[in-house]
């Protein structure tokens, strides 16, 4: 089955840049979504169709595509910004999965 | 303001039947697709189907099909999902989520708060 793959931890210092990838077969012909999820609270799209970002979400989180290859950038990460973070996307007969998350540690 | 608004927590033996539901409100509920997302304690999400309630046209997850069935009323601008059998594996937050944009059934903009069901002898 498809897998989305994701490193399970990134760390970073308040003020700096922190960078989330998730490696799939068939980003490059697939969109990617991503989600952040703080502790008892439910997922919110942060960024849709690789590198669109919904209303209300800071202009610090963007998207990025290459290859297999799609980046999470948090630009001047925040306290607030530690969450656990998911991408998401479809394999080529549509059958859509998850990365297996990603915890992001501001330091 | 868009909102889905899902039922209670739940508690229920193994064997038993269950059928939680996700109201929509704020936009036209035949016109988005709603998808339903596991989470089990601790551990991440997992996508289990979708289902467009403009024409009942639903997709499962390889990994969910048969084991759960998704379905949706649009008289009432709510969607469900429902078990015949539980099982103690079935203990999970479920969430259900609106597409992003009419046409996607892919990416979730808008979450419900989540149904606890946990499922215990």
């Known amino acids: 089955s498809y897998e989305l793959t994701q490193p399970p931890s990134v760390s970073v210092s308040p003020g700096q840049t922190a960078r989330i990838t998730c490696s799939g077969d068939?980003?490059?012909?697939?969109?990617a979504y991503w989600y952040q999820q703080k502790p008892g609270q439910a997922p919110v799209l942060v960024i849709y169709?690789?590198?669109e970002r919904p209303s209300g979400i800071p202009e610090r989180f963007s998207g990025s595509s290459s290859g297999t290859t799609v980046t999470l950038t948090i630009s001047g990460v925040q306290a607030e910004d530690e969450a656990d973070y998911y991408c998401?996307?479809?394999?080529?007969?549509?059958?859509?999965?998850f990365g297996g998350g990603t915890k992001l540690t501001v330091l | 303001e868009v909102q889905l608004v899902q039922s209670g927590a739940e508690v229920k033996k193994p064997g038993e039947s269950l059928k939680i539901s996700c109201k929509g409100s704020g936009y036209s509920f035949t016109s988005y697709w709603i998808g339903w997302v596991r989470q089990m304690p601790g551990k991440g999400l997992e996508w289990m189907g979708i289902i467009y309630p403009g024409d009942s046209d639903t997709r499962y997850s390889p990994s969910f099909q048969g084991q759960v069935t998704i379905s949706a009323d649009k008289s009432i601008s709510t969607a469900y999902l429902q078990w015949s059998s539980l099982k103690a594996s079935d203990t999970a937050m479920y969430y259900c989520a609106r597409g992003v944009y009419s046409s996607s059934s892919e990416g979730l903009r808008y979450w419900g708060q989540g149904t606890l069901v946990t499922v215990s002898s």
């Open positions: 169709k690789d590198s």
């Open positions: 068939a980003l490059p012909k697939q969109y």
């Open positions: 998401q996307s479809a394999d080529s007969s549509g059958t859509v999965v």
